[in-house]
């Protein structure tokens, strides 16, 4: 591989300039290496935040991350394979009815999921309420379970695409996370390792999102598909409403409880809807639209799917959601209809009863989260619970429900009310 000096490869960037195939596989080589400093990529990153790189910048970097470590292989298997991947919200518990509802339909879903970080909750944080379930699995025991049961969803193991555990790490204290090429290489890179052979993006848009703007999610949805379609993988993006945040409920336990309500056949509509949006555009990128997942959800077997999933990882899915220690109500302050719900106050006071973390190695309680009671376009009515916040720390409430102030509307009855649409685009 050409050497390089890290400094010119800093300035070209720093400049306004693209940086040279080259120079990005060596770069990113060196970095995972531990040739490059943190301090020297940290200043790339940033360099790249207010510089951008072009579409062929952007391939190349994604493909010197996933080279810089293993690839998966998931061709030997019976069924076609399909993977989601959500930008984050709050409140997104998708992943926990879409992967065994998909599953169910007859395509295998391996979902590689991460742990949240800041007001976003993560997969695997969700899925550790569930008494006994376990995360780690090698890849044996993957391909295993993706045989017999049609869905997994674990850590994405230490060999996939070292480079961004590294560099997504570096991103996340150095103000550099929001950059579309980062974020857009990010993703695709550990999707594009991990070897589905298609792939559904849930772009979020709004106060809970990455990409506060339409604008912006566009573009990471438009730079996503570009790349996974270059590297052949059947990839499709939805752009979907993160103003509001999703279901009732965000947290831990609580997001697992209304998931198996979704699973059982009930649970939030917005959650049902997006599930089988999602699980629509699934099975049609893995060659099967025949099916309709709505009918397959009504029947209960995608209920089946879960109970084998959580079990094949030594969960109990008949035990209950762990209890908090503590739950604090917020009645509503006026009646009428609720008409703004905002996803960042809700995530940021979730985060704060302790349903998330504020570093990497800090540990999440199971129960804590908060339910909200009300969706936009519900009446409220004055001294009934709005909020149900819960955690085992209660010396945590005060600073979650700073953050809830001013995170609603209630406008008189009567007020018109038109909904947002849930999926505003789509990009193939
Ligand atoms: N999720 C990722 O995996 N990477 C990013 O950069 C942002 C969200």
Redesign the pocket.
Known sequence: MEQHDVVEVIHAKRDGGRLSDSQIDWVIDAYTRGGVADEQMAALAMAILLNGMDRAEIARWTGAMIASGERMDFSSLSRPTADKHS??GVGDKITLPLAPLVAACGVAVPQLS?RGLGHTGGTLDKLEAVAGWRATLSNDEMMRQLEDVGAVICAAGDGLAPADKKL?ALRDVTGT?EAIP??AS??MS?KIAEGTGSLVLDVKVGSGA?MKNIDDARELAATMVALGQDAGVNTVALVTDMATPLGLTAGNGVEVAESVEVLAGGGPADVVELTVALAREMLAGAGRDDVDPADVLASGKAMDVWRAMIRAQDGDPDAPMPTPKETHVVAAPSSGVLTRLDALSVGVASWRLGAGRARKEDPVQAAAGITWHARPGDSVVEGAPLFTLQTDAPERFARALESLEGGYDIAPAGTPFEAAPLVIDRLS
Request: aromatic share 18%; hydrophobic share 45%.
């Open positions: 930008t984050g991460g997504y996370v980062l974020i990010s993703i550990k990455f």
